[in-house]
């Protein structure tokens, strides 16, 4: 029996380790992204490219590659969602430009506000009390941003526009995903990588078009940073500890990212964010933590 406990606590502690580690680079996102002097679809699609080769690498070593034959039905729907993911991050980085990270991180996690209330919608979830006070909450708290962002035509006020529309796409990636049903997470994500970079690719091409070659080292090795460990071993760490802990203890940890995020951008990039925004922010996280808490299932 001791033996058993043992053997859980050290799959748990095992995937607590992997989502901190997960979430915390997640958090330093915009410390890299902000060193690369690209327009924000060429990072975009540069990042899927790169993390599209470290999580394909990540598959053959562990023998993940059986279930890609699993995801042929659902390739419909995976491109999509792929599709989702590359102008969720073309919108997260183009804020970036405008704002801070801390405001653009608190904007897209306002994502799980909208997926509850279009999953009552389009999927025909049902909506509870709980559901329609978090998202009454959490919009307010995003006014509460977006009301001191200095007016429409501020730098802060169009990156928070462009965060709100990450988060939109976002949404938009879940909702699909839960479409999608049961396939294997890692496979899953290569996909959608794979996706989003058919898609960026002529985007690219037709809009910006590619100046990667006039990068500086500085931006080429925060490039290779956000690409490959930032996103594609990132993601890996997250899904790998999915599998080993609680939904509830995941949901928990999984705000250490946005923590990460607004230390990162107050001390390390030394952005300012006012009081009121932050105040804003936390509002946002909290209604968004409490949606996805089972407080019943914990006290039981």
């Not at 580690?21 to 915009?30: R, V």
């Amino acid at each position: 029996m001791k033996s058993l406990f043992k053997e859980k606590l050290s799959i748990e502690s095992i995937g607590r380790i992997e989502i901190i580690i997960a979430m915390t680079l997640f958090g330093t996102t915009g410390l890299f992204a902000k060193r690369i002097s690209l327009p924000s679809a060429e990072i975009a699609c540069f990042r899927a490219i790169l993390a599209l080769c470290s999580m394909s690498v990540v598959i053959f070593l562990t023998g993940r590659k059986k279930y890609i034959k699993h995801s042929i039905p659902k390739l419909h729907w995976l491109f999509l969602s792929g599709a989702a993911l590359a102008f969720n991050w073309i919108f997260f980085f183009e804020a970036y430009k405008y704002t801070s990270v801390a405001l653009t991180t608190l904007c897209e996690y306002f994502a799980p506000t909208l997926v509850v209330a279009a999953s009552s919608i389009f999927l025909k979830e049902k909506l509870t009390i709980k559901h329609i006070i978090c998202f009454i909450a959490s919009t307010a708290g995003l006014l509460m941003i977006v009301g001191v962002s200095g007016g429409r035509k501020s730098s802060d006020f169009i990156g928070i526009m462009f965060g709100i529309g990450a988060a939109c796409f976002y949404a938009i990636n879940v909702m699909i995903n839960k479409i999608t049903g049961e396939i294997e997470n890692t496979v899953k994500t290569a996909i959608q990588f794979l996706s989003a970079a058919v898609v960026l690719i002529p985007y690219v091409s037709f809009t910006c078009g590619f100046s990667i070659l006039t990068i500086d080292k500085t931006g080429l090795i925060s490039l290779m940073i956000l690409g490959f460990i930032n996103t594609g071993i990132t993601y890996y760490f997250h899904f790998s500890s999915l599998s080993k802990l609680r939904g509830q203890q995941a949901a928990i940890l999984s705000y250490i990212d946005p923590l990460v995020a607004v230390l990162v951008s107050v001390f390390v990039l030394g952005e300012s964010v006012t009081l009121y925004q932050l105040i804003g922010g936390g509002i946002i996280l909290m209604f968004a933590f409490i949606n996805e808490i089972d407080f019943e299932k914990i006290f039981n």
